[in-house]
């Protein structure tokens, strides 16, 4: 392709404007960034094991010590067994906080109640020791199914609340 005589001032000036208008990169995007396979974190509370945080892929964005997760999984553990057992598709950790968030088809195993909680958001926080959400849930233990809105438990997974419920109650003892 030819240009005219003297176009090229005129173009020079237009792609230097061009380039003037991009921003410049925000202080997120200059974060540095470790991609971690097989990612574990180990908790604990007392010198003993309190939880363990696994997940395929963890995404750590060192400033402000946060995780972004892929098929993110717990387990918790009372007196050396495993009391707690939840995984979902996604989620986030603040290391700094210990707090957890897992989302996506979000299950949650009570091995003492033998009950298992359903919900697409579940938060969990070391501080407050539990497991918490404000959204739907379904938890399914032997001889019933309870639906509500809102769920509490704690770390131990003897103590489960769920808000706002109604419940199916099976009289031949199966879920």
């Not at 792609?15 to 908790?43: H, N, Y």
């Not at 892929?57 to 553990?77: G, I, S, W, Y």
């Not at 109640?113 to 501080?127: A, C, G, I, N, P």
Request: proline fraction near 4%; glycine fraction near 8%; charge should be neutral.
């Amino acid at each position: 392709m030819r240009f005219p005589r003297g176009a090229w001032p005129g173009l020079a000036a237009v792609a230097l404007a061009g380039a003037a208008c991009e921003s410049a990169p925000s202080a997120e995007d200059l974060t540095p960034v470790q991609t971690l396979e097989d990612f574990t974190l180990r908790q604990t509370r007392g010198g003993k094991l309190a939880y363990l945080l696994r997940a395929e892929r963890a995404v750590l964005r060192e400033n402000d010590q946060k995780a972004a997760l892929t098929e993110p999984r717990m387990e918790l553990f009372e007196n050396g067994k495993t009391s707690v057992r939840v995984r979902g598709r996604t989620g986030n950790a603040d290391l700094s906080t210990s707090q957890v968030h897992l989302a996506s088809s979000v299950v949650l195993e009570l091995l003492q109640e033998r009950s298992t909680m359903k919900t697409e958001e579940l938060f969990y926080d070391d501080k407050r020791s539990g497991f918490f959400t404000e959204g739907p849930v379904v938890l399914e233990r032997p001889g019933a199914i309870v639906r509500g809105r809102g769920f509490e438990a704690d770390h131990r997974g003897t103590s489960a609340r769920i808000f706002n419920q109604e419940s199916v109650i099976s009289t031949d003892g199966k879920r």
